[in-house]
């Protein structure tokens, strides 16, 4: 019979038991390919493949009334490799399943190459079959089952290695407890030691301090006794001189001797100016560069000068820094030749910076605080010596030359410490 493969072929039930059974072999091989598979078979593709065709062959016999589904399982099916001439139930099977061109061609011949189901052929043909299918898998369960033993015996062999890993790891942590075990009796004894340390250097310490602290009284007292010793013996040589001048001032009232007027040349100048000879003009008083040498080479002689005061008179024209060179390296000769104590102050009272001045032996270099000028360093300066110590202050400031005169100083002018300087 003649059939268009557009057509429907006929329904799953109108096929005969053997073509039946072998549809819902390969269906239920197939199906696990498939997409968009029915609610009732989603339960079914869980099955192992050698029951999903026993146990869902009812549900997938009744999936296969919906074409689309007939034709999905088709597709699938002939994916695969098309059963061999021989076996015509399977044949017919699957030309009923993947409908190939002239398919029904195909199916008509299996179907007259089956043995008619019921005769003694067909049955016997159905049993070979069904042997066959036995053989197949019990092989494949000797296969799996050997696959499962040797699988089996991997587990072994890895849980044998996994256990004696885990006795050497326990055996390593053991070893690692042990170690840390005595890694902190080490740190402990260690603390202990050095808190014993610690404790024998704090006594130590205190009877240090103990000892500098007794050391410091001895010496305060013993600086407080020298400084009494010293007292005593100011007051002594004070109670000394004041005796001696107030003698010398008794001996003078005790005699009444008048104060010394003239000078014995007094007499002999009268004489000769009388006589028409006119005397030399009287000099001022003796100040220069040589009297100013000869104060300085007093002994325990004090030289202070106005630094700015004298440079500026002799170097006007060149810098404030070349001014100070200047004068400190020609002060070096004097106090060489002199001895004297020499101090040069310079004006700084607007100036947050100090400059750096090299300064020769003997010779001291001050600059004045900030806001406080240099006339009244040297002010202090003069009021903190003794009085009878030749001082000697050179600047040409009358301001400041009356003010350290009467604190007992000699004023030179700078002209003639420049003159001293200048060879």
Known sequence: MSVDPETSGPLLGELSDVVRQRVLSLASDALPSVTNIPAPLRRVVLFAPQRRARLGGAAIAAAMADENFRAAVGVQVAAGAAPSGDDAAASAAWAWLTRPHDWQAAYDDALGRLIPTGTPDASAAETERLRQRVDALETQAREAKATHRQRLDDLRTENMTLRRKLGDTRASQRATEAALDEAREAVASAEGAASQVAARAETELRRLRAQIDELSAGARTERKEARAQRDDATLRARLLLDTVLDAASGLRRELALPPVDGAPGDRLEAEIEAAGAPLA??????EGPALLEQLLSLP????????????????????????????????????????????????AAASTTRPVVPTPRGVKVLFSPLGVIADDVIRDLVAVEPSGRPLVVVTSDQALGSDVAGGGARVISAASLVALLTP
Request: glycine share 10%; net charge positive; no cysteine.
């Open 300 to 347: 325990r002689a004090r030289l202070i000068v106005d630094g700015y005061n004298v440079s500026k008179t002799a170097w006007e024209r060149s810098s404030l820094e070349a001014q100070r060179v200047r004068l400190i390296g020609g002060l070096a000769s004097v106090v060489a030749r002199t001895g004297a104590e020499t101090t040069v102050v310079f004006d």
């Open 281 to 286: 003009a009287r000099p001022g008083p003796p």
